[in-house]
């Protein structure tokens, strides 16, 4: 099992995504890891210290001053006795101290006097996550080697919508797994070029045409890539997602532009096209704003777009040692994506079946098939993070293999 052995210090913070945190503590023991838990005072409003303490099987740490829980395990012994120590949810006001050094109660105290590694699963209101301290106390946070998972964006239990919801139980679960996995600098002295977001088409200064996407997954490989040692090239159109560590972004909008920004970053060793291009644009765009007439809606007439990973397979010089394309499908997703290899040159497709209620576009969680000429290889449910660190070890391997 993943985390044998692995001992995880869980600080519970006070919101609503505190009962994630139960399922959390299962999902860890699951994975062989044993969990100790500190629940903050406020923690303690959303869920029991008897619910923590039945799935950790340990006794749960709540007070500072407590003589008893002194006496059995001090503060400084139980921040070090860890491993990791994952805090979820971790509220605005949690962030807030850790960035400043405060420590002012248990949780708070630990924090700062740990000589382990620390994973944050943030939960909060939107607007609070928006604003500008929060904001800074995360780039702060960030500069200090802090690792992060989440927030997801969705429906609040405050009715509100957009980045804030606590990552899910199993991801943040991965993100432990991530945390502890030795850092195999496969790629080092590679340079991997990935696409990632949706593109934006004008139709005028105020409209456009654009999609679903999120850039999580073409993120997460980007983020990957740059873990296991590569030089990295993020191309993204319009996302409202953080720009991963250690990685170039270059923000774009059109497919247009997204060709362009790819062709000027070449050469690469390895080529990620994970980005969903609009495959047509509008094709004179208005300077003026459209405005209602009389005459009733305008007739949008559309030109397609250059297909960039097709443009880049096909290159004769400069061309990727590897290229990878991804396939969104609705239907027939082996055969449409087998049907993609061919035309656009590429070497693997990873193909998605994104109908229905899949909850694959703009989710976290993703169910590929890596289709190469002669195999297929379907993946089983994973994270995003997950799907992206297979696929560099993947890629690692089969670069290894062409260079030979
Ligand atoms: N792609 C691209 N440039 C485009 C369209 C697609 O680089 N203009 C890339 C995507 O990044 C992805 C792959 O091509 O890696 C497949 O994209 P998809 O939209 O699934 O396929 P299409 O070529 O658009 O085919 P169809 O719409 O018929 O499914």
């Not at 899910?168 to 945390?179: L, S």
């Not at 502890?180 to 002295?189: T, Y």
């Not at 999609?211 to 740059?226: D, E, F, L, T, V």
């Not at 290889?377 to 260079?403: C, Q």
Request: glycine share 8%.
């Amino acid at each position: 099992m993943a985390l044998n052995g692995k001992r995880v210090l869980l600080i519970i913070g006070g919101g609503i995504a505190a009962y994630k945190s139960l399922e959390l503590i299962r999902e860890i023991t699951k994975r062989g890891g044993s969990v100790r838990a500190i629940l903050t005072k406020a923690g303690a409003e959303f869920v029991t210290s008897l619910s923590v303490a039945s799935l950790s099987g340990e006794k749960v740490f709540t007070d500072l001053f407590s003589l008893t829980d002194e006496a059995e395990m001090g503060h400084i012994e139980l921040s070090r006795s860890a491993d990791l120590v994952v805090v979820a949810p971790a509220t605005a006001d949690i962030l807030a101290k850790m960035a400043q050094g405060l420590a002012n109660d248990l949780a708070s105290t630990a924090l700062l006097a740990t000589d382990k590694r620390v994973l944050v699963a943030p939960a909060m209101n939107v607007r609070m996550w928006q604003h500008a301290a929060t904001q800074r106390n995360l780039a702060t946070l960030k500069a200090d080697g802090i690792l992060f998972v989440g927030p997801d964006d969705g429906a609040m239990a405050c009715g509100e919508f957009g980045p804030g919801r606590m990552a899910e139980p199993v991801a943040i679960a991965d993100a432990i797994e991530a945390a502890f996995a030795p850092v195999s600098r496969v790629l080092e002295g590679r340079h991997v070029l990935v696409t990632s977001g949706p593109t934006h088409e004008p139709i005028d200064p105020v409209r456009y045409i654009a999609n679903r996407s999120s850039g999580k997954q073409g993120h997460a490989i980007a983020a990957a890539a740059a873990r296991a040692g590569a030089k990295v090239t993020l191309v993204s159109g319009p996302v409202s997602i953080p720009h991963p560590v250690g990685v170039t972004v270059i923000s774009v909008e059109t497919a247009d532009e997204m060709l362009r920004a790819v062709q000027h970053a070449l050469p690469a060793d390895i080529a990620v096209f994970c980005a969903a291009v609009a495959d047509w644009r509008v094709a004179a765009q208005s300077g003026d704003k459209l405005k209602k007439s009389e005459a009733g809606p305008p007739a949008l007439s559309l030109t397609p777009n250059p297909d960039i990973l097709s443009t880049i397979g096909h290159l004769s010089a400069n061309r990727p040692s590897l290229i990878v394309g991804f396939a969104a499908e609705t239907s027939n997703v082996i055969d449409y994506a087998r049907g993609k290899l061919d035309k656009k040159a590429c070497d693997l497709i990873v193909a998605n079946d994104v109908g229905g209620d899949s909850g694959i576009m703009g989710g976290d969680m993703n169910t590929v098939h890596i289709v190469s000429k002669d195999a297929v290889d379907s993946w089983p449910k994973l994270s995003k993070t997950e799907v992206a660190e297979r696929l560099i070890a993947l890629l690692a391997t089969k670069f290894a293999k062409a260079s030979r």
